[in-house]
């Protein structure tokens, strides 16, 4: 996904943008079985790894709500 490639090139400003869309998943695997916070961790981009944990928290907050 362009999520996945993103995560992979360390574009933060796309992968920002991206994880403010209301439709986002990130629990969809790519064509290797890996999530795109997987393919960060792979690459240590921990500037977007904070950003997934936020993105993370935010969803779960509404999940609670």
């Known amino acids: 996904t362009a999520l996945h490639l993103s995560c992979g090139l ?4 796309i992968i920002r943008l991206l994880l403010d869309h209301r439709d986002i998943e990130l ?4 064509n290797n079985g ?3 916070i997987d393919i960060i961790h792979e690459n240590y981009q921990s500037e977007v790894t904070d950003l997934f944990n936020d993105k993370e928290e935010e969803l779960s907050s509404k999940l609670r709500l």
């Open 34 to 36: 890996l999530l795109a």
């Open 27 to 30: 629990d969809m695997p790519d």
């Open 10 to 13: 360390g574009h933060v400003e």
